[in-house]
């Protein structure tokens, strides 16, 4: 478990983060959501130690970073895993060497123990036989998933991922998610996931904080997300007009307004802004 | 104020990179990795330069030496003092520090922007020690040893250059280079290599490694490196030769 305390963080006059507190449960996917520029990665880089914070405490499992020692800062850097934005693999190595390189640094393990748990995780995502392949001749989902590999080669406690899915379709982002989600659960790890990817909310989302201009706005679950009250969060969730018309067209068809898979033709069709419900289209 | 937090910054980063690795190995297998760069990276340039810097030098010799009172031998001697003492440490350091420099402050800098060097930190290496310092210990391996063959294939080169345009036999020229040899000389030819192997590679890392921004700030990194690596050789080889010799 991770537990933010009052955290904020400004750089020059400009307040980034405004005393936010919450906790990152573990075994769950904790999500961080808000539009470009309310916090998000510089919140998870204070959460890593790679920003310090002006005031406030991140504690891990009753370890306070912001009063570690560097000594036992890098001993908890070796129980995270980061998967990066841009995957950030070493452009010099293979996959192979790119997953083996934490293995190398801190272990001791004789090399053929380190090429079967570096098989073993390659194969958990989906990547075997990519072994000796150099990040610039594999596509991006894949540059994801090896970026996963490295990320969880040392068993680590505490999960971390920036933006999973910037520069994935749809499906390939659905593949991320869904993977990242299950090594939480196989690992009881805590995960913590930066996105403004509406589809990995409604996915992976068990546990949302939803900041807004560097304050927490909202938190709650991707079951309580789209029944929210919360005006800010509506705005984002609903920022295309389809998923607005898509929110509408829910509520209608809760009342029994209307039977929602013949309008949703409609809606096609026509577009939804421009959506007039008729008698015909109301539930028989 | 700009240039004091520069070397604030410098100076720390120096401070940063003395600190116990976490594996002695991957240190080693950096640092052979890095020597094996700098030092092939730029053999062939500096092969090449150095040949032609002693032939144009042995030519240049002999075009102003127009008195017959003066023997042949003293163009050899002229080209090995000034190969020794100047070309080959200052000229081919300074060339070296557009390849090795941008180089260098190009790979940190793509890593930062790339967020390499975040994802080493996270893992929980020290990365000013493991990036920077076999890059420094990688120059001041094999820098001083591009210079050793510098002053020989400049030596050479003059010797070449002497003999296949008919200005001198190759034996005056190899009696001349034996002629009031000082080997003081080469020690402070070696004393300047290494000087400027620690300026090249420790100002390059340090803007390479302190990049901000994307591809655009890597060139300007990479630039601002060889630029200041410059001026730094040419004032530490003024500060030498007035302080040894």
């Given at each position: 478990m991770i537990e933010i305390k009052n955290v904020s963080k400004s750089f020059g006059d400009k307040e980034i983060l405004k005393n936010i507190s919450a906790v990152m449960n573990t075994g769950m996917t904790n999500l961080i959501i808000g539009t470009s520029g309310s916090g998000k990665t510089v919140l998870q880089k204070c959460m890593v130690g790679l920003f310090e914070v002006d005031s406030g405490d991140i504690v891990f499992d009753g370890k306070d970073l912001t009063t570690m020692s560097e000594e036992e800062r890098k001993e908890l850097r070796q129980?995270?895993?980061?998967?990066?934005?841009g995957s950030a693999l070493f452009d010099s190595m293979t996959v192979e060497e790119n997953v083996k390189f934490p293995l190398d640094m801190f272990t001791k393990w004789p090399t053929a123990k380190k090429m079967e748990r570096v098989n073993d995780v390659l194969e958990r995502v989906n990547l075997k036989g990519t072994n000796k392949?150099?990040?610039?001749?594999?596509?991006?989902?894949?540059?994801?998933?090896?970026?996963?590999?490295?990320?969880?080669?040392?068993?680590p406690k505490y999960l971390f991922c920036d933006e999973p899915n910037s520069g994935l379709d749809p499906q390939t982002s659905m593949v991320i998610d869904k993977l990242i989600h299950e090594i939480t659960k196989e690992n009881e790890m805590t995960t913590v996931i930066n996105t403004h990817d509406m589809n990995s909310v409604m996915e992976i989302g068990e546990n949302i904080l939803y900041l807004y201009h560097g304050k927490k706005e909202w938190e709650g679950t991707n079951k309580d997300i789209i029944f929210?009250?919360?005006?800010?969060?509506?705005?984002?969730?609903?920022?295309?007009?389809?998923?607005?018309?898509?929110?509408?067209?829910?509520?209608?068809?809760?009342?029994?307004?209307?039977?929602?898979?013949?309008?949703?033709?409609?809606?096609?069709?026509?577009?939804?802004?421009?959506?007039?419900?008729?008698d015909d289209d109301k539930k028989e | 104020?700009?240039?004091?937090?520069?070397?604030?910054?410098?100076?720390?980063?120096?401070?940063?990179?003395?600190?116990?690795?976490?594996?002695?190995?991957?240190?080693?297998k950096e640092l052979m990795h890095q020597s094996v760069e700098i030092g092939m990276g730029s053999l062939g340039i500096v092969a090449v330069?150095?040949?032609?810097?002693?032939?144009?030098?042995?030519?240049?010799?002999?075009?102003?030496?127009?008195?017959?009172?003066?023997?042949?031998?003293?163009?050899?001697?002229v080209v090995r003092d000034t190969v020794i003492l100047e070309f080959a440490p200052t000229l081919v350091c300074i060339v070296l520090a557009g390849v090795v420099g941008s180089k260098i402050a190009g790979?940190?800098?793509?890593?930062r922007v790339s967020e390499q060097i975040d994802a080493l930190e996270i893992m929980g290496i020290n990365t000013k020690s493991y990036l920077v310092a076999p890059k420094i210990l990688g120059a001041l391996i094999t820098i001083p040893l591009l210079v050793i063959l510098a002053m020989v294939l400049g030596i050479y080169g003059g010797r070449l250059a002497g003999t296949l345009g008919g200005i001198l036999p190759g034996e005056t020229y190899d009696r001349g280079l034996l002629m009031n040899f000082v080997p003081k000389n080469v020690w402070f030819a070696m004393a300047k290599a290494y000087t400027f192997a620690f300026i090249i590679s420790s100002v390059s890392s340090y803007y390479g490694y302190n990049v901000k921004g994307g591809a655009l700030e890597i060139g300007r990194a990479s630039t601002t490196a060889v630029i200041t690596s410059c001026i730094l050789i040419l004032f530490a080889d003024y500060v030498l030769a007035f302080l040894i010799l």
């Amino acid at each position: 478990m991770i537990e933010i305390k009052n955290v904020s963080k400004s750089f020059g006059d400009k307040e980034i983060l405004k005393n936010i507190s919450a906790v990152m449960n573990t075994g769950m996917t904790n999500l961080i959501i808000g539009t470009s520029g309310s916090g998000k990665t510089v919140l998870q880089k204070c959460m890593v130690g790679l920003f310090e914070v002006d005031s406030g405490d991140i504690v891990f499992d009753g370890k306070d970073l912001t009063t570690m020692s560097e000594e036992e800062r890098k001993e908890l850097r070796q129980q995270i895993g980061m998967l990066f934005q841009g995957s950030a693999l070493f452009d010099s190595m293979t996959v192979e060497e790119n997953v083996k390189f934490p293995l190398d640094m801190f272990t001791k393990w004789p090399t053929a123990k380190k090429m079967e748990r570096v098989n073993d995780v390659l194969e958990r995502v989906n990547l075997k036989g990519t072994n000796k392949k150099y990040p610039s001749e594999i596509s991006g989902g894949m540059k994801k998933r090896v970026g996963i590999a490295r990320a969880i080669v040392l068993k680590p406690k505490y999960l971390f991922c920036d933006e999973p899915n910037s520069g994935l379709d749809p499906q390939t982002s659905m593949v991320i998610d869904k993977l990242i989600h299950e090594i939480t659960k196989e690992n009881e790890m805590t995960t913590v996931i930066n996105t403004h990817d509406m589809n990995s909310v409604m996915e992976i989302g068990e546990n949302i904080l939803y900041l807004y201009h560097g304050k927490k706005e909202w938190e709650g679950t991707n079951k309580d997300i789209i029944f929210n009250k919360n005006e800010k969060l509506n705005e984002f969730i609903f920022a295309s007009e389809f998923l607005k018309d898509a929110k509408d067209m829910r509520m209608l068809e809760e009342k029994g307004i209307i039977d929602n898979d013949r309008n949703m033709d409609k809606i096609m069709r026509e577009g939804g802004a421009n959506l007039v419900i008729t008698d015909d289209d109301k539930k028989e | 104020m700009n240039v004091f937090s520069s070397i604030g910054g410098y100076l720390l980063m120096m401070k940063a990179m003395f600190s116990k690795p976490e594996n002695f190995k991957m240190y080693w297998k950096e640092l052979m990795h890095q020597s094996v760069e700098i030092g092939m990276g730029s053999l062939g340039i500096v092969a090449v330069i150095s040949i032609f810097m002693g032939a144009v030098s042995a030519v240049q010799t002999a075009y102003q030496l127009t008195s017959p009172m003066l023997p042949k031998e003293t163009i050899a001697q002229v080209v090995r003092d000034t190969v020794i003492l100047e070309f080959a440490p200052t000229l081919v350091c300074i060339v070296l520090a557009g390849v090795v420099g941008s180089k260098i402050a190009g790979e940190l800098g793509n890593m930062r922007v790339s967020e390499q060097i975040d994802a080493l930190e996270i893992m929980g290496i020290n990365t000013k020690s493991y990036l920077v310092a076999p890059k420094i210990l990688g120059a001041l391996i094999t820098i001083p040893l591009l210079v050793i063959l510098a002053m020989v294939l400049g030596i050479y080169g003059g010797r070449l250059a002497g003999t296949l345009g008919g200005i001198l036999p190759g034996e005056t020229y190899d009696r001349g280079l034996l002629m009031n040899f000082v080997p003081k000389n080469v020690w402070f030819a070696m004393a300047k290599a290494y000087t400027f192997a620690f300026i090249i590679s420790s100002v390059s890392s340090y803007y390479g490694y302190n990049v901000k921004g994307g591809a655009l700030e890597i060139g300007r990194a990479s630039t601002t490196a060889v630029i200041t690596s410059c001026i730094l050789i040419l004032f530490a080889d003024y500060v030498l030769a007035f302080l040894i010799l």
